[in-house]
């Protein structure tokens, strides 16, 4: 019986003998991934620029490159500068046609209606070059349509400014190209990106400036019309005043 229980101890010791080292190291790579999961996760995010982007161009770019860059945003700020003074005055225009409308067509003659205008009202100054309205007409008009055509301009000849930085991007990348002797990823990148920035550039300039254009000629248009409409009904009103 001795002899039995001896046998047995001896069976679970050497168990335990074989289980305990292996059992160590199983738990011992189980208990290392948290600590290696936390310091992967502690391991800051490198912020990484783009080396191909505008602003790598405007640092990085050549004297075309950045003449290109000097007339577009030129053009862009003509654009924007002309189209937000041009729309003023148009507002300010339509606000005085409804008072035209309201305050001189109610007056009891031609001079009160005159005073009624008010002093910057630009239909008062048709009103009282009663004898030249066609000349009066024509110079408010004239006055509305200055600076539009810059707008034009800038629309029909942006996208041809950015083609030219387009075509000098791809110009520069054939060089490097040539001088590397081989078409790598690294020699053409830059070149390439800035030949599609040049041409983003363009179309970004053209496009508000065309429909920003588009926009103040038919404003133009109505306002137009409301004086040739004034200057009519004011010398139908003159005639009838003679007789």
Request: proline share 3%; net charge positive; aromatic share 8%.
């Amino acid at each position: 019986m001795k002899t039995k229980t001896l046998a047995i101890a001896s069976a679970f010791a050497a168990f335990m003998m074989v289980a305990g080292p292996a059992g160590a190291q199983n738990a011992a790579p189980d208990a290392a991934a948290p600590a290696a999961t936390t310091a992967a996760s502690a391991t800051p995010t490198a912020n990484v620029k783009n080396p191909y982007g505008l602003e790598a161009l405007v640092a990085n770019g050549d004297w075309v490159s950045h003449t290109v860059l000097g007339l577009l945003l030129v053009m862009s700020l003509g654009t924007w500068y002309i189209f937000v003074t041009k729309y003023v005055e148009q507002a300010r225009l339509m606000s005085q046609a409804k008072t035209t409308e309201k305050k001189f067509w109610t007056a009891a003659n031609l001079d009160e209606g005159i005073e009624k205008l008010g002093k910057n009202n630009v239909f008062r100054n048709v009103a009282e070059r009663g004898q030249s309205l066609a000349r009066a007409v024509d110079e408010e008009n004239a006055r509305l349509g200055g600076g539009i055509s810059f707008l034009a301009s800038v629309g029909s000849t942006a996208p041809f400014v950015g083609l030219f930085g387009t075509v000098w991007g791809i110009l520069n990348a054939l060089t490097a190209i040539g001088v590397a002797g081989q078409a790598s990823i690294d020699k053409v990148a830059g070149p390439v990106g800035e030949a599609l920035i040049m041409t983003a550039l363009g179309l970004a300039v053209a496009v508000p400036a065309v429909l920003c254009y588009n926009f103040l000629v038919r404003r133009n248009k109505v306002l137009s019309e409301k004086f040739r409409s004034f200057a009519s009904d004011l010398q139908t009103y003159l005639l009838s005043s003679k007789r």
